[in-house]
């Protein structure tokens, strides 16, 4: 295997043994992304997507065609992530006890094998000023031991956890990437929260709602059955994805019948 050395040349060029590459900004709404204008076509990706894969790609010494490479390196990565938190408190300002995070594919129902979950110490949150409730305090009391002991043994620091949840984005998703929760204004609200000023590794105009995209009987598809939650935040993202991923089937499948 040997390192491709890549050029960067004036504005959006950029040279490999000769060739040129342009790399076109293109914006869609408020989410930015970036395309690779090669001898097969454009390939979108975001900036990170362009630093990573075109200055430090490993390739075959008997390749010589870049633009397969970084169709296999581009199409390795995910499109979607799942995220669940468990709190005591429903206000933005909530302590957090854990979070999770599985990236996965809708089109496909690929799901990573690569997991992010932390069970986090709430105590020194509250020290923090981070806030419970009391309803939601007699709630978890209210749980099963097996659920309690899950929760309520962290140790994670909730900063700390927050910045390695970038880097799980990084590593497996576009930067172009739906963000889903159950629901957005409770997960996603309180989770952005906590990120206290650092960069949150999504824009709010990729925030997808679980409950709203499963509402089946509004969908038209009758009534079916979902898998209920277990407060086990990487047991409910697993449980959250196939039933996304099962709805977006339905949904296609009915889409090329109608069209027949």
Same mark, same amino acid.
């Given at each position: 295997?040997?390192?491709?050395?890549?050029?960067?040349?004036?504005?959006?060029?950029?040279?490999?043994?000769?060739?040129?590459?342009?790399?076109?900004?293109?914006?869609?709404?408020?989410?930015? #992304?970036?395309?690779?204008?090669?001898?097969?076509?454009?390939?979108?990706?975001?900036?990170?997507?362009?630093?990573?894969?075109?200055?430090?790609?490993?390739?075959?010494?008997?390749?010589?065609?870049?633009?397969?490479?970084?169709?296999?390196?581009?199409?390795? #990565?995910?499109?979607?992530?799942?995220?669940?938190?468990?709190?005591?408190?429903?206000?933005?300002?909530?302590?957090?006890?854990?979070?999770?995070?599985?990236?996965?594919?809708?089109?496909?129902?690929?799901?990573?094998?690569?997991?992010?979950?932390?069970?986090?110490?709430?105590?020194?949150?509250?020290?923090?000023?981070?806030?419970?409730?009391?309803?939601?305090?007699?709630?978890?009391?209210?749980?099963?031991?097996?659920?309690?002991?899950?929760?309520?043994?962290?140790?994670?620091?909730?900063?700390?956890?927050?910045?390695?949840?970038?880097?799980?984005?990084?590593?497996?998703?576009?930067?172009?990437?739906?963000?889903?929760?159950?629901?957005?204004?409770?997960?996603?609200?309180?989770?952005?929260?906590?990120?206290?000023?650092?960069?949150?590794?999504?824009?709010?105009?990729?925030?997808?709602?679980?409950?709203?995209?499963?509402?089946?009987?509004?969908?038209?598809?009758?009534?079916?059955?979902?898998?209920?939650?277990?407060?086990?935040?990487?047991?409910?993202?697993?449980?959250?994805?196939?039933?996304?991923?099962?709805?977006?089937?339905?949904?296609?499948? #009915?889409?090329?019948?109608?069209?027949?």
């Amino acid at each position: 295997m040997e390192k491709l050395e890549i050029t960067q040349l004036k504005g959006n060029f950029i040279l490999y043994k000769g060739k040129i590459y342009q790399v076109l900004d293109v914006s869609l709404g408020f989410s930015r #992304r970036y395309e690779i204008k090669t001898d097969l076509g454009y390939i979108y990706c975001s900036l990170f997507d362009v630093e990573k894969f075109m200055s430090s790609i490993l390739i075959d010494k008997d390749k010589s065609n870049l633009e397969v490479e970084i169709w296999r390196k581009l199409d390795g #990565r995910f499109t979607d992530i799942m995220i669940d938190i468990e709190t005591l408190d429903t206000k933005p300002t909530a302590a957090i006890l854990s979070i999770a995070a599985v990236a996965f594919n809708l089109e496909t129902g690929k799901i990573s094998e690569n997991t992010y979950y932390h069970q986090l110490d709430y105590v020194r949150q509250i020290e923090d000023n981070r806030t419970t409730s009391i309803q939601t305090t007699l709630w978890w009391g209210a749980q099963s031991e097996e659920t309690q002991e899950e929760n309520f043994n962290g140790e994670k620091y909730l900063y700390q956890s927050v910045l390695e949840l970038n880097e799980y984005f990084q590593k497996e998703c576009f930067t172009d990437r739906r963000v889903w929760a159950k629901s957005p204004a409770f997960d996603l609200v309180i989770l952005k929260n906590a990120y206290e000023g650092a960069v949150v590794p999504w824009h709010y105009t990729n925030e997808r709602d679980v409950r709203t995209y499963c509402d089946s009987n509004n969908l038209g598809l009758g009534p079916l059955i979902f898998l209920p939650n277990t407060h086990h935040p990487l047991e409910d993202c697993l449980a959250q994805i196939r039933d996304v991923c099962a709805i977006y089937t339905l949904l296609h499948d #009915r889409s090329k019948n109608e069209d027949i």
